[in-house]
């Protein structure tokens, strides 16, 4: 069984683990009986997690309060967060399917990155040790901070003036000595803690003055920002918290956004700049590392419309334009809570494909077609009786199947057509293949054929889309942790304690969680207005030697 | 003068002035056997010296960057040298402002020397005036990168008072672990002159090679050495008659031109250090010691825990969430584990570390020191070894 | 006593809570690739779409037979296959109220028209132009093949080729009662 409960000497029952008494600050234990300095921290009050170690939830318990557990969870985070920047993730690999990345790792970067495939390190921070190891962290921080911050706030809520003179002798900075009229040196003490803005407190011949108690809870605020921060990461996978999906949109067409049901984009434009090769453009390194032009701007110009209210996917009736906007690097489209951004492009797909209609021989024109590649028409009328149609057409061909002309993609990355001519002349019609550089007459020599004369392309803008519901729960997280933790590091406790002493000198002593010589500055001050003894530094005197190690768990 | 030029020679000046100011520092905390009040006040006088022309140099400095600035249109920290340029004159207005609230003078000795080799090693990087690409033509970026720099200056500030404490406290007449690794800091020190020394010399001859190679994805290439080959790249043929061919041919994901720099620096920082062991018969960390013997150390652990007190949240802003709106802004997604993000939690979490163990474990001291050193050895990782080793979003050049 | 039981059971439930929490996210995350949008048993997601003779298919409009859908583009050489399979089973099928909607994923009505002119195929195919259908039943591959039973309800989804007897059972599948 362990101790429940430490008896001070002025009488005041303790909880175990105590090391300075709450009341009067004597210390408790052999430990700080012995020191010249008291272990200031948490106040000398029991850490929770001290006080009781009996179930498996104490213990588990525990194990997440220690101070020393949680660094070494900050240790561990930080090697395995540097092993993954060992060689590239996966994401920012450009391969398609599974088998292909463990290729690739293996081509690229020989054994060493088939080891770091295997073992996952490739895809290290979604994996799920990763991320039991920051939920260990979090846990560690709510834990941790639950243990000692509410027993320092009742600490330091419940300070009393008047300390035992043990407890201020063992005060880092300490001052004794003779004063004429105690009660005169005290009121001049105040007077002058008040100008410097610290909160004075007198109990009889006992003084506290105190300053920025505040700070002392900055440390608590800023874990409690960090929970509400990894809190809004981890509500990224709950389903309608998080969209992250990417499209390919060609110029002129009008397609639905994906992961934004009901909303359909048109790319009006897509537009790409160059800084010039003159006096903005690229110079010195990149150049000489084979870069000519340097990108200036992506830009596509969208047009964004909405379905109306209740209206079915596939369904394109009377579509309301939303918004007009040119989206380019750093300025996304926002709208309902999705961002559109420039992530991508494609330049110079085929588009359209003139081609004039001549007789071989003569040269002589029955006129001219324009098939758009993206909707070719079934017939071409070119007056004077003559016309064009089209009996096939492949936009990415790939070679002929049982006479039939086969397609690879529907992309029209290698367009080919059957078409039958119709001419005064020929009024039976001649049937042509006409591909890139290939022109075959299946069905014997033709009088005319389909001369090309020239093609139009066009772009395609590659956008990302994002929603994420969790950005206002990760901006307050952020918020609260910054205000915590410049609470807790540009301001700090100070206290002074005062008192005189039964064989009447009078006994001063200070502490401040940091910056001592910003204390020091204050007490400089107040010493020689209220002419006081000078203060000692008991930690200056032992220059040389190190400070003893703290052993709390 | 063009803009452009007066900007260069404005560094140039402060580049000089830092030099006469370490000097002046030297003076300030040489003379530790006069403890006389005449000696004291003698010593003051070059301290007032030494941070007036500092603060003349950190001046110029400014003007460098404003210039700079206003002749490209954008921040200069756009480039590899920019963003060194200005961590380095960072170190020195965080030197500044330490030398105010503390008035120690000793930081100096150590601070401008730093700062001094910094700026010289963005020297060594091309200084051209480059334009930007669509993503990094945001103000987030411009802040974002400058309060990081700045950040990391005031952190650094931690590792020089650090610097200062060790090589006061550590017996380097008795052989420990302690002793060789501050040697070893010393020691990576003249690397970093080496490295800039045998840039210069290179360049000074104009020398050039080129070759062609063959890349991870069995591409041909071509590229330029300025320096004599020792690593060649893989499956590389000389373009340039005359030139040293190279001694050894590196595989695809080796970059055989930095690995080249990199042990051209190692030869002449390893010559370098074995003369000055030579010559002075003692250890670099020995040479240095008379210098710190006057330092309050309970001041450095006091300036040290200060600056890291002070440079955490202005890092976490900068560096992390200043970075996350960027991010956000320019790719939709605030967090992306790209390698300079991740070095940057690193560095974070490696301080947040620090503060655990100085405030619930009670490192001070010689611990404290240490660590403020690992942390500086941290951020010159990740601009170094991260820049131009592992390419990122970030990658510069 | 009591004051240390409840602090027992503060601290059970605060350790339990972030417990579920963390292995929540790493299941979710872990699990994240293989949840389709789409489910069999889900409501199949009504959709309105035009066939090549400018006639309207409303999913809910053949409510009481089942739906056969199937997703399809003339470059997909399993498409093509299946496709005069489909044709059979229909003739079979449609008077037992199973429609086919065959839906082309965004190519041009030419492309389509020449395609079904070539398979002489009888069922109604619809284009759908902005793709809006294809996100909304999360098609990836094709062809991709989802029965709808009388009631709306998905019953199955098939992604890749099918034979002419795995179709006929299929739409057995799906016959109104």
């Known amino acids: ?553 | 003068m063009s803009l452009i030029s007066l900007s260069g020679n404005l560094l140039f000046v402060a580049f000089l002035t830092y030099l006469i100011a370490t000097l002046f520092f030297g003076g300030a905390v040489k003379n530790s056997h006069d403890k006389s009040e005449a000696a004291e006040r003698h010593a003051n006088k070059w301290g007032k010296i030494a941070i007036i022309i500092t603060v003349i140099g950190f001046i110029a400095n400014l003007g460098y960057f404003i210039t700079r600035w206003m002749y490209t249109g954008h921040a200069p920290v756009s480039n590899m040298f920019e963003f060194t340029t200005t961590f380095g004159m960072f170190i020195v207005l965080a030197f500044i402002i330490m030398y105010f609230m503390y008035r120690a003078v000793v930081l100096g000795l150590i601070a401008l020397p730093i700062a001094v080799l910094i700026i010289g090693y963005a020297a060594m990087f091309p200084t051209d005036v480059s334009p930007l690409v669509p993503s990094l033509q945001s103000n987030w970026l411009t802040i974002h990168v400058i309060t990081a720099a700045f950040a990391q200056s005031i952190l650094a500030i931690s590792a020089v008072a650090g610097l200062v404490y060790l090589l006061k406290v550590v017996d380097v007449k008795k052989a420990s672990k302690e002793r060789t690794a501050l040697e070893s800091v010393m020691f990576f020190v003249v690397v970093v002159i080496g490295f800039v020394l045998v840039t210069l010399v290179f360049r000074g001859m104009g020398y050039e090679a080129q070759f062609t190679y063959v890349d991870k994805d069995e591409i041909q290439r071509e590229i330029t050495y300025n320096m004599p080959a020792i690593f060649g790249m893989n499956e590389s043929a000389a373009l340039t008659e005359d030139v040293m061919q190279p001694l050894i041919e590196t595989p695809p994901i080796i970059n055989a031109k930095k690995l080249t720099t990199v042990t051209w620096s190692l030869l002449v920082g390893t010559i370098l250090y074995a003369l000055l062991r030579l010559i002075s018969r003692k250890r670099v960390s020995e040479m240095l010691q008379p210098f710190v013997k006057r330092a309050n150390l309970e001041l450095m652990d006091e300036i040290g825990y200060r600056s890291v007190l002070i440079g955490f949240p202005v890092f976490t802003l900068g560096a992390l969430i200043f970075a996350m709106i960027w991010a956000q802004e320019a790719w939709g997604r605030y967090w992306g584990w790209d390698p300079k993000e991740v070095w940057a939690l690193i560095t974070w979490l490696f301080y947040a570390a620090f503060l655990h163990l100085r405030l619930s474990k009670g490192w001070e001291g010689r611990k404290s020191a240490w660590l403020a050193l690992i942390g500086f050895a941290i951020m010159i990782f990740n601009l170094v070894v991260i820049n131009l080793i592992i390419a990122g979003l970030h990658s510069y050049a | 006593m009591d004051k240390k039981k409840k602090r027992l059971i503060t601290r059970t439930i605060i350790l339990a809570l972030l417990v579920v929490a963390i292995a929540y996210v790493v299941y979710s995350t872990a699990t994240k690739d293989k949840t389709s949008v789409l489910q069999v048993g889900d409501q199949a997601p009504n959709f309105s779409l035009i066939d090549l003779e400018g006639n309207k298919h409303v999913l809910s409009d053949y409510e009481g037979q089942g739906v056969f859908l199937n997703f399809w583009g003339t470059w997909c050489k399993p498409c093509e296959k299946e496709m005069p399979y489909m044709n059979n089973q229909y003739a079979q099928y449609k008077d037992q109220g199973v429609e086919i909607l065959a839906i082309n994923i965004a190519q041009s009505d030419f492309e389509v028209q020449k395609f079904v002119d070539q398979y002489g195929l009888d069922f109604p195919v619809v284009i759908d132009k902005t793709k809006g259908v294809r996100n909304a039943y999360n098609i990836i591959g094709l062809p991709a093949t989802i029965l709808v039973s009388p009631e709306g309800k998905v019953t199955k989804i098939v992604t890749g080729e099918l034979t002419e007897q795995q179709i006929g059972a299929m739409m057995e599948s799906i016959k109104p009662q």
Request: include cysteine.
């Open chain 1, 1 to 553: 069984m362990e101790k429940e409960t430490i008896t001070c000497a002025c009488g005041h029952v303790n909880p175990y683990g105590t090391k300075l008494c709450e009341k009067c600050g004597r210390p408790l234990t052999e430990e700080e009986k012995n020191t010249k300095v008291v272990d200031m921290r948490y106040d000398g009050k029991a850490i929770r997690s001290k006080t009781y170690n009996r179930s498996v939830v104490d213990k588990v318990w525990n194990f997440f309060s220690s101070v020393k557990v949680g660094i070494a969870l900050i240790i561990i985070t930080l090697l395995a967060a540097s092993v993954g920047t060992f060689l590239p993730q996966e994401f920012y690999v450009n391969v398609g399917t599974l088998g292909d990345k463990a290729a690739y790792y293996e081509n690229t970067y020989g054994t060493i990155g088939k080891i770091y495939y295997a073992l996952g390190l490739s895809d290290l921070y979604s994996s799920w040790w990763f991320q039991i190891l920051v939920g260990m962290l979090g846990i560690s921080i709510i834990v941790a901070s639950i243990d000692r911050g509410i027993p320092l706030h009742k600490s330091l809520t419940n300070q009393r003036v008047k300390r035992h003179e043990s407890f201020m002798k063992r005060q880092r900075i300490v001052a004794e000595g003779e004063v004429a009229n105690s009660e005169q040196t005290l009121a001049a003490i105040e007077k002058e803690m008040k100008a410097l803005k610290y909160n004075v407190r007198r109990d009889g011949d006992a003084l506290l003055a105190e300053k920025n108690r505040f700070s002392r809870y900055g440390p608590y605020i800023n874990h409690v920002g960090l929970i509400v921060f990894l809190v809004g990461v981890s509500l990224r996978v709950v389903p309608g918290m998080y969209v992250d999906e990417s499209m390919l949109i060609r110029e002129g067409e009008t397609i639905e956004v994906m992961g934004m049901p009901g909303y359909f984009l048109e790319n009006d434009k897509f537009i790409l700049e160059m800084h010039e090769n003159d006096e903005d453009g690229p110079s010195g390194e990149q150049v000489r590392q084979g870069v000519n032009v340097v990108a200036k701007n992506f830009q596509t110009n969208a047009k964004l419309y909405k379905q109306p209210e209740g209206a079915l996917p596939g369904d394109t009736d009377n579509l309301e334009l939303v918004k007009e906007y040119s989206i380019r690097v750093n300025h996304p489209l926002q709208h309902d809570g999705y961002s559109l951004y420039q992530m991508d492009y494609r330049l110079d797909e085929l588009y359209t494909m003139t081609f004039d209609l001549v007789n071989k021989e003569t040269e002589k024109s029955y006129g001219q077609l324009t098939v758009q590649l993206d909707n070719p028409a079934a017939t071409y009328d070119l007056g004077n009786g003559s016309s064009v149609e089209i009996l096939n057409y492949t936009p990415d061909f790939a070679g002929f199947k049982d006479g039939v002309p086969q397609t690879n993609l529907p992309v029209p990355d290698n367009p080919a057509f059957v078409f039958k001519m119709t001419t005064p002349d020929t009024p039976d019609g001649e049937t042509s293949f006409v591909a890139i550089r290939n022109t075959l007459e299946p069905l014997g020599e033709n009088q005319n054929m389909l001369k090309f004369v020239s093609a139009t392309t066009r772009n395609s803008s590659g956008l990302t889309i994002h929603k994420d519901r969790t950005i206002p729960i990760i901006v307050v997280g952020g918020i609260i942790f910054m205000i915590g933790v410049a609470i807790g590091s540009y301001w700090n406790h100070r206290r002074v304690w005062v008192q005189a002493t039964a064989e009447g000198k009078l006994l001063l002593a200070a502490h401040t969680n940091k910056n001592w010589f910003g204390i020091k500055k204050d007490l400089d001050i107040v010493i020689n207005a209220a002419q006081l003894p000078a203060y000692v530094d008991q930690l200056d005197l032992n220059d040389s030697e190190e400070k003893q190690e703290g052993d709390e768990a």
